[in-house]
């Protein structure tokens, strides 16, 4: 219900009009079964029918929220995750006593559903905005790739991120 009131609210002050991508940024926690998740999703995916949301996504989720989600409120555009050299573990396979509550197996889940994986924290996020991580400190082999191929340590990075 909140969903559609915060849409309702904000389509009346500034005319917004359909939303290209609605994103659930943090499934909820301690969520037994998933019925908070779902529902949130379900009223998502009433508003793509509605007109009201064209795509609906979902980020900081486990392979089985998305697949809970999949199953239950229809396909998904785009998932995002933690992934960087500091965080691999989206890239990582699946082990599965671990689905519940691992990013393992994100980009494996995407790539066979068809669904966009859209890494967050790319060159270090939050730490690296408050010193507590630096690319070229934390990895000098890529500093010294970077200097020697005449580019930054951030391209070879978005480079190794297309892989």
């Known amino acids: 219900a909140c969903i559609m009131d915060s849409y309702r609210a904000l389509n009346s002050s500034f005319k917004?009009?359909?939303i290209p991508l609605w994103m659930l940024h943090h499934p909820p926690m301690n969520d037994k079964n998933g019925?908070?998740?779902m529902a949130a999703m379900i009223t998502a995916r009433k508003m793509v029918k509605r007109g009201l949301v064209r795509e609906i996504g979902i980020c900081n989720a486990t392979v089985a929220q998305i697949e809970m989600v999949d199953e239950v409120a229809g396909p998904l555009a785009c998932v995002q995750s933690s992934f960087s050299l500091w965080d691999k573990a989206a890239a990582l396979p699946l082990r599965a006593k671990e689905g519940s509550t691992s990013r393992r197996g994100l980009i494996d889940w995407c790539r066979q559903?068809?669904?966009?994986?859209?890494?967050?924290g790319v060159f270090g996020g939050?730490?690296?905005?408050?010193?507590?991580?630096?690319?070229?400190s934390d990895f000098p082999r890529i500093a010294a790739l970077a200097k020697k191929l005449n580019t930054s340590p951030h391209a070879l990075t978005l480079a190794w991120m297309r892989r």
């Open 35 to 37: 019925k908070r998740l």
């Open 126 to 136: 939050l730490k690296a905005r408050d010193g507590r991580r630096d690319l070229a």
């Open 16 to 18: 917004i009009g359909p």
């Open 113 to 120: 559903h068809g669904v966009v994986f859209v890494p967050h």
